[in-house]
């Protein structure tokens, strides 16, 4: 069926807090679940969190799901690894930024394992297909938004009807 769940950031939220909950929600689990957050819509001046984001996200540990402290374990298969890489590439291919790339990840012991690290696209346009079509790993796509309207708007045209949420210092959704 597909998915494409959304996170909206405000520029009133806590930003450590919400850097925190955007890394867990888009790269547990490898990003292969149902309600990993695939999409980041950054509203007016939170688009310059993503670089802490990032590095926050460097940080993680991609191994073995049997290795001790593992954050990221492989994809399910060759096949998802090299539709994620797809996805990602034609995000690039379609003028987006990648300012954290997992895609050539080695894990010592793992070589020919199905890995790819926590990667980060910026400048990412809802015509992409990086946007329009579920990734299932761990990538989050970014998007920038003036206002919260904006972003609500982008969500409601999007054609999948799963979840989203919203960081803010009012709500939490």
Request: aromatic residues 8%.
């Amino acid at each position: 069926m597909g998915a494409k769940n959304h996170g909206v950031i405000m520029p009133d939220a806590n930003k450590v807090h919400t850097l925190n909950q955007l890394v867990g929600a888009a790269f547990g689990a490898a990003g292969q679940r149902c309600m990993a957050l695939s999409t980041a819509i950054f509203v007016g001046e939170t688009k310059d969190w993503v670089n802490e984001l990032a590095e926050m996200a460097s940080k993680l540990k991609v191994s073995s799901g049997f290795e001790p402290g593992t954050d990221l374990g492989p994809l399910i298969s060759k096949e998802a690894k090299n539709r994620v890489l797809k996805l990602v590439q034609s995000g690039i291919d379609e003028g987006a930024s990648i300012i954290l790339d997992g895609r050539n990840i080695k894990v010592p012991g793992f070589e020919n394992g199905n890995f790819v690290g926590p990667t980060i696209l910026t400048g990412v346009t809802t015509n992409m297909t990086c946007y329009k079509e579920e990734i299932f790993g761990p990538v989050l796509v970014c998007l920038n938004v003036p206002t919260l309207d904006d972003a609500i708007k982008l969500i409601n045209s999007n054609p999948y009807g799963n979840g989203f949420f919203f960081l803010s210092s009012f709500l939490y959704f």
